[in-house]
């Protein structure tokens, strides 16, 4: 397996950058939309811990650690429906960090050979959980960049 120990800091990174940002609002301005935005801070960081399952794990054949549900409300396509509560913020904040922890001690001990490529909208083909673990990097840096401008937004 080609090395990921830098793919994982950075995505690492990442995620503290998200936790940050929501760190600086209360429940009810992560759920807000703002104008001119068609999502809101906490379903961006629901989709990054979805896409990074569904990337990384499904895509193998390898169980997801969150919950079908949870797929069906932040997946590809999805957007902001029902407020999202007190109890299900802290599951995202907390799937946030346990999903970089579970991705890097997965790749050491479960098959990941299963992988079946995926065009991504984006126009590559991931061929393997290296190339998803490589382009969730870019994926979750779009959607931070999509929280800062909600961040600035809320803030003004």
């Avoid at 989709?47 to 193998?60: D, I, M, N």
């Avoid at 890097?104 to 190339?131: I, R």
Wanted: aromatic fraction near 8%; include cysteine; charge should be neutral.
């Amino acid at each position: 397996m080609a090395n990921t120990t830098f793919q994982l800091t950075a995505l690492n990174a990442t995620r503290e950058n998200i936790l940050k940002i929501l760190n600086q609002f209360t429940l009810e301005e992560m759920n807000e939309i703002p104008k001119g935005f068609n999502n809101n801070l906490i379903w961006n960081a629901g989709h990054v811990v979805v896409t990074q399952q569904l990337l990384c794990y499904r895509l193998a054949g390898v169980a997801v650690n969150v919950s079908e549900e949870m797929i069906a409300k932040y997946k590809k396509g999805s957007k902001p429906g029902d407020y999202v509560g007190e109890t299900e913020k802290n599951l995202i904040i907390s799937l946030l960090t346990s999903t970089v922890a579970g991705i890097e001690a997965d790749l050491k001990s479960k098959d990941f050979s299963g992988y079946k490529p995926y065009p991504t909208s984006y126009g590559v083909t991931l061929s393997s959980v290296e190339d998803a673990v490589a382009f969730n990097l870019a994926h979750e840096a779009m959607h931070l960049g999509t929280m800062i401008s909600l961040k600035n937004a809320l803030k003004s």
